[in-house]
């Protein structure tokens, strides 16, 4: 008796499994579907940039061994000839990657210093890191670069988070602006990794994909904290020149990153790994790059040589509907904002050649 009703539940689940698979056929989960689409427009599938560029954020962690030569040939292919590698680190391996430019390629590679946030809250913290700073650009760093551990991650010898703003960490902003150098820097995520991860979040795939980035009002604290940590320490030192990486979070809301920028003349915007922001709403951005065009630079994050094309299709073109490369950064198709080329001079290379030092301006145009 007991065996049949059991071989009568195994039929009922394969049943039950069969009708499932055969409804797939009219149902289709969010992860699979991604038709090509049918739209048949002007396309400009642009694979190097209108005029040479200099990528702001980029990240070569093996540059003081690496063979730059492989570098170089996906960089000219690119139109790309200036390359700021932000994971520079300090003392002798930032010693190491100058070196290796030095010795190869003088003129195309840009390196940043990074922090070394151990010991924070132990007597003289702040004025030694300012010196190791000063060292650094003696060695040859032309910014420094804070990663997102800052206000994430990073502990004070008591255990305590170190805030962005947190005072201690004041010689090293008054430091690099004494030495006249940018601060670029990534503060907390996007404000979806704090939403809950359900059909409402834009980020739901991310999340999905990469369970890691989820955050919470307490893990490590709520994301406007974060984010005003970074504005008020932008305000507290109004003479370093700073880069907020990724549009500051508000490549989704230009109007309010507008007001920020009035609001802070010291500060700049890199767009790193947000193009598809900026591509979905091509008039509210172009209006945005109009007013603001001396204060953004071009940033991309990952070294990917092939999706710079939707980087410069975005910037320069005005197709229509064209695919982004990362479903889990935009499942909506991408708008060009057909960018003047006196602003696309700026965002490409001008304005970074006026924030940051020492990069040969003769190897572009007026
Ligand atoms: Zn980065």
Request: hydrophobic residues 40%; glycine residues 6%.
């Amino acid at each position: 008796m007991k065996f049949s009703m059991k071989k009568y539940l195994a039929f009922f689940l394969i049943f039950i499994s069969l009708a499932g698979r055969s409804q797939t056929t009219q149902r289709m989960d969010f992860e699979n579907y991604n038709p090509p689409s049918t739209l048949v427009v002007p396309q400009h599938k642009l694979t190097m940039a209108k005029f040479p560029f200099i990528d702001v954020h980029n990240h070569q962690e093996e540059m003081p061994d690496m063979d730059l030569g492989t570098l170089i040939t996906d960089m000219d292919k690119l139109n790309m000839k200036v390359m700021v590698n932000l994971s520079g680190r300090n003392g002798d391996l930032l010693k190491r990657s100058v070196q290796n430019i030095k010795d190869h390629y003088p003129k195309r590679f840009i390196v940043f210093a990074n922090v070394d946030f151990n010991g924070v809250g132990s007597e003289g913290w702040g004025e030694k890191a300012a010196r190791q700073l000063e060292t650094d650009v003696r060695n040859g760093a032309n910014g420094l670069k804070i990663f997102k551990n800052l206000g994430f991650s990073v502990r004070d010898i008591h255990g305590k988070r170190v805030t962005v703003d947190d005072p201690r960490l004041d010689p090293i902003w008054e430091k690099a602006g004494e030495l006249k150098i940018p601060v670029l820097i990534h503060t907390a995520d996007p404000k979806p990794f704090w939403d809950p991860m359900d059909s409402m979040n834009e980020r739901w795939l991310e999340l999905a994909t990469h369970p890691g980035r989820k955050r919470s009002n307490s893990d490590p604290a709520p994301w406007d904290t974060l984010i005003s940590e970074q504005h008020r320490m932008f305000k507290n030192h109004p003479h370093t020149t700073f880069i907020a990486a990724h549009f500051g979070w508000y490549p989704n809301n230009l109007a309010k990153l507008g007001q920020l920028l009035d609001e802070m003349p010291n500060v700049n915007v890199e767009f790193g790994a947000v193009i598809a922001e900026l591509g979905r709403q091509p008039r509210m951005a172009k209006q945005f790059f109009t007013k603001y065009q001396d204060r953004i630079l071009f940033g991309k994050d990952s070294w990917v040589p092939e999706e710079y094309t939707t980087y410069f299709r975005v910037l320069e073109t005005e197709d229509e509907y064209f695919p982004y490369h990362k479903k889990y950064h935009a499942f909506w198709a991408m708008y060009g904002m057909g960018l003047p080329d006196d602003i696309l001079k700026k965002v490409y290379y001008k304005n970074a050649l006026r924030i940051i030092p020492n990069i040969d301006k003769t190897l572009f145009p007026e």
